[in-house]
């Protein structure tokens, strides 16, 4: 499907909205703004707005610990995002969840998981309901090279082909799990031939392009949609940072790290889109400033908000009426 | 005998226990760390630096990275324990049990039982565990009340460095499966840790302060809370005993109930929702087996029934506090 203009500036808005947030989300970790720790989408957003640019909010996604991007590439609101990323009683999940936890039902995303292989069963389930309700939609399992190796990962995508359901599973091999190489701990030879050999399609894509990235996507949906059962995507991308914010990377060459940066999707939009005429660089200049004045927002108002009141709020919640 | 954190009396304790005995190997996510990267390999040493340096001294025979694979991690520990070797099994945090606990509940801890005695289990598995850390409800729970639930299982829970070398010792030589949790709000703890090799019983509960007017139970980060609160009872004159069991399984009944005998009054400490938690278990204890020397209601102080929150304002309000144990020392005082 061809992409207007409009369609255009949504997924540059989509990706840079992920890149301030995220600029933004190290520098406030920095300043000692949000508790615990963070894992940040940087590098990758190309691979999360392609995957969602197609799904509607009752299509369904299931996250990871890195899940910022793939919340916003859902259309969760950043303000929320970051209020909850704070620790704030505003935040999407009232501060109770954190970064790893951001979850909203009104847009399909299941919430982001601190189980690394926590999300594709739980994407199985919400196929099944898209199958058995006969919706038309389906649920995508976001997961890492890492989580490629889960167990649970495993179950899920023979599952899935079992019982035929639209799910769609999403290997984001950023070439790490947390400090260990995804070419030492996936045995196989590739981590996209091990997931077809459970009996379900698996492209292997360039997740550092959106345009590849939605297209395979698009292919996917035709799949799943058309009743042919599940299809997976292994989408090739860089992490430009660590880990987790903070983390010291001596694991990494400088060489690696700037080969990285040099790969980065926006430029590569921007040139794309510029190059083709189809938009001007005054067209993504604006947007980028739009951004950055929504995140600014969100953290200034982020920072100025009140923590949950125990006495209100510790106990409610974990049943639908707590006694 | 020298000052050390509870994080190096941990990696010192492993160090001395692999130079001793070959048998001894470490397993789990990124104990070494950097594996095939481009970078420097073997430099991670778990998530926290407990295991920092054992690849670089020992070899990748030795010190393995796994794949996120905690099933496989644990059943093969297991397996490897069963035949002949003496893994260290890392569990990152001890919330990922939850993928694996099969291996641990069904396979290892009844092993020996099952087999009507023929086989041994000589594991560890190490996981991180507490609260405190804003890491939300995944990344923070403890969990001991499960492990210890599980016969076959020992369980540790560590509230000093000089501790956590001695049992760890203790649990690398036993040939029993143990549960080994490394208080995260502890590593950075400094004590009096000596130098050579010492094991710490199983078993054996730890006086960390003698008293006569209450008795103060605390496992763990719980520990250094419990001795805050009797300081600040002591301001008052009030002399509280503060026992610390050291291991939940097997649990030191013979200490708590005497101690209990002494004092008359018990407050029992947990990191854990109050549901069948140790607090529940130990006030179970002495009111089956101590009703006579009690001179007031046991007194619990746990954390509630929630999953452990993010944000801080309700994450400090969910884990016990000196204050709060305070509170119910004196409350189990007032009683009469
Ligand atoms: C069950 C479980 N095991 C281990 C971890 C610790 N952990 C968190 S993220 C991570 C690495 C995940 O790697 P990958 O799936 O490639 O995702 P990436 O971080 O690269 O986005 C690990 C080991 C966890 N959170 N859950
Ligand atoms: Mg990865």
Redesign the interface.
Known sequence: MQLSRDDLKRAYRSMFTIRAFEERVEKEFAEGNIPGFAHVYLGQEASGVGVCFDLADDDYIGSTHRGHGHCIAKGVDVKGMMLEIMGKAGGICGGKGGSMHIADMNKGMLGANAIVGGSPPIAVGAALTQKLNKTGKVAVAFSGDGASNQGTTFEALNMAVVLGVPAIFVFENNGYGEHTAASYAVGAPSLAERVRSFGLPCEVVDGMDFFAVREAMGRALEHARNGKGPYALETVCKRFLGHFVGDPQAYRTPQELAEARAADALPRFRAAVTGASLLTDEDLDAIEAEVLAIVEEAAVAGVAAPMPDPDRDLTRDVYLKYA | MSRKTYLQAINEAVRQEMQRDPRVIVLG??VA?????????G??GS?FGQMKGLFNEFGPDRVF????????IIGAAGGAALTGLRPIAEIMFV??V??CFDQIYNQIAKFRYMFGGHAKTPLVIRATAGAG???????SQTLHPLFTAVPGLKVVMPSNPYDAKGLLIQAIRDDDPVIFLEQKFLFGMEGEVPDEAYRVPFGEANVAREGRDVTLVAFGAMVPRALAAAEALAKDGLQAEVLDPRTTSPLDEDAILESVEKTGRLVVVDESPPRCSMAGDIAGLVADQGFRSLKAPIKRVTC????V??????E???LPTSARIEAAARAALAYS
């Open positions: 996510e990124d760390g950097g594996q095939q990267s481009s970078g420097e390999p430099g991670v998530v990275d796994t794949p996120i694979s905690e099933s496989a919330d990922f939850g993928v850390f804003r890491a939300a409800a995944q990344h509630p029934h929630t999953p929150p993010f944000a801080p304002s309700l400090d309000a969910y």
